[in-house]
C-alpha cells in the first residue's frame, strides 16, 4: 500500500471509529432516556463506583501515561490506530516496564471510554430534571446541575493528570474527584428510594457520622497522595516502619503538596525519608479513621432500624484494616491494592448512607417514576418528591 493510500485508510478508519463511538454514545442516552428514574441514579452509582476502582487499576499498573495526549491516544481515537507510535515509545524507552506499552495504552482509554459514558449519563439526568420542571414537576435542579459541573471538572483532572505529566497533587485531587462524585450520586440515588426513611437518631449521632465521613476522607485523600508518589513501599514490617515506631522521616518534604513526580519542591530528587514520611502519615491516621468509624458505628448500633447499615460499615472498616496490613506484609500485591482503594470508596458510600439515613431529607413515600416517560412521549404531570 503506498504512502497515499495508507494515509487515506488511516484517516477515514479514524473517522469511522470516532461515528461508532458518537453512536454508542447516543445510544447510552437514549437508554438513559428510556430508564426508570430510580434505575437510573442506582446505575450510575454503581458505574462511578466501578469508575473509581478502575481509576486505582490504571495508578497501579503505571498506565497513566499510556496514552501520553488527551483525549486520543498520540491523536489518534483508539490505541489500535496508533501502534505505530506506541511501538517507537517501547523502543525509545527499553521495553513494556516504562510508562508507554500496548496494555497500558488500552487501560488507560478505556478509563476514559468509561468516564465518557458516565459524562453522557449525567447530561440524561440533568435534562430529564430540567424537562421536568419546565413541565410543571416539582424537582430542585440544584444537585443535577452540581453532577454536571462536578463532572466535567472531574474530565478536566483527567486530561491535567496526563499533560501535567502526572503531578502528585492533580492525580490525587482526580481520585478525591472521583470518590466526591461518587457521594454526590449516592445521595441523589438515595432521594429516590423509597426504603431508605428517616431515623431520629439525635444530634451526637449526625455529629459522629460527620466525623468519621470527612476522617475517611482526609484518609483517602493521604491513601491516593501515597499511591501518586510511588511511596506504597517506603515502610516495611508492621506495625512497625522499617523496624521502628519512630522512623527516619522527612514530614515538609513529604507533604510539599506542589511538586513534580520524583522530585522536592525545590526540583531535586525526592529522598527515601520524604517517601516514609508519607507512608507513615498514611498509617498513622488510620488509626484515626479507625477510631472515628467505629465511634460513629456506635452511635449507629443503638438504633435497631440503622443496625444493619452499622454492620456493613464496621465490616467495610475492618477489611479496609486487614487490606492495608496485607499491602504493607505481602509486598503490595494488585488485586488487594485495588480492593482497598475500592473499600474506601465503599465505606465512604455506607457512610454517606448514614448521614442520609439520619437526615430530614429521607422521606417514606416512593418516589414517582414520571420522570421516566418525560423524553418518549408528553404526558399530564404527575406529583414529584422534592429533589
Known amino acids: ?30 437508554m438513559g432516556l428510556k430508564m426508570r428514574w430510580s434505575k437510573l441514579t442506582a446505575v450510575l452509582v454503581f458505574l462511578t463506583l466501578d469508575l473509581v476502582m478502575f481509576g486505582s487499576y490504571v495508578r497501579l499498573t503505571d498506565s497513566g501515561l499510556g496514552c501520553p495526549d488527551w483525549p486520543g491516544c498520540y491523536a489518534k481515537f483508539t490505541p489500535l490506530q496508533a501502534h505505530e507510535q506506541i511501538a ?66 472531574q474530565g478536566l483532572f483527567g486530561k491535567w493528570t496526563v499533560t501535567m505529566q502526572l503531578i502528585p497533587l492533580i492525580v490525587t485531587l482526580h481520585l478525591m474527584g472521583g470518590v466526591i462524585l461518587l457521594a454526590l450520586l449516592a445521595w441523589f440515588w438515595m432521594r429516590n428510594r423509597a426504603d431508605l426513611v428517616s431515623v431520629n437518631a439525635g444530634a451526637l449521632t449526625r455529629a459522629l457520622l460527620w466525623i468519621a465521613m470527612i476522617a475517611v476522607g482526609i484518609q483517602i485523600f493521604l491513601g491516593g497522595w501515597t499511591s501518586t508518589n510511588y511511596a506504597a513501599l517506603a515502610c516495611s514490617g508492621f ?88 499491602l504493607v506484609t505481602e509486598g503490595h500485591p494488585l488485586i488487594v491494592a485495588v480492593a482497598h482503594n475500592g473499600g474506601s470508596a465503599v465505606l465512604m458510600l455506607l457512610l454517606v448512607m448514614g448521614i442520609y439515613r439520619v437526615s430530614a431529607t429521607a422521606r417514606q413515600q416512593a418516589p414517582s417514576e414520571s420522570l421516566g416517560s418525560a423524553f418518549v412521549k408528553v404526558t399530564p404531570p404527575h406529583p414529584l418528591p422534592k429533589h
Request: hydrophobic content about 60%.
Open 88 to 153: 517507537q515509545a517501547v523502543e525509545e524507552q527499553g521495553g513494556t516496564q516504562g510508562y508507554v506499552s500496548p496494555f497500558k495504552a488500552w487501560v488507560e482509554m478505556i478509563h476514559r471510554y468509561a468516564g465518557s459514558i458516565i459524562g453522557t449519563l449525567i447530561m440524561v439526568l440533568l435534562a430529564r430534571a430540567i424537562w421536568a420542571k419546565k413541565h410543571g414537576e416539582d424537582i430542585k435542579l440544584g444537585l443535577p446541575i452540581v453532577l454536571f459541573f462536578w463532572v466535567v471538572l
Open 239 to 326: 506495625p512497625t516502619c522499617n523496624g521502628s515506631f519512630d522512623p527516619n522521616a522527612n514530614w515538609a518534604q513529604g507533604f510539599t503538596l506542589w511538586r513534580h513526580l520524583g522530585l522536592t519542591g525545590d526540583g531535586q530528587p525526592i529522598t527515601e525519608a520524604a517517601l516514609v514520611a508519607i507512608q507513615w502519615g498514611h498509617r498513622l491516621f488510620a488509626i484515626v479513621a479507625t477510631a472515628a468509624v467505629f465511634a460513629a458505628v456506635a452511635a449507629l448500633w443503638r438504633f435497631t432500624a440503622l443496625r444493619r447499615l452499622a454492620m456493613w460499615i464496621a465490616i467495610a472498616v475492618v477489611l479496609q484494616v486487614v487490606f492495608g496490613i496485607v
Open 1 to 30: 500500500m503506498s504512502v497515499a493510500s495508507n494515509a487515506i485508510w488511516q484517516f477515514s478508519l479514524h473517522w469511522v471509529q470516532a461515528l461508532v463511538w458518537v453512536l454508542v454514545l447516543a445510544g447510552v442516552f437514549w
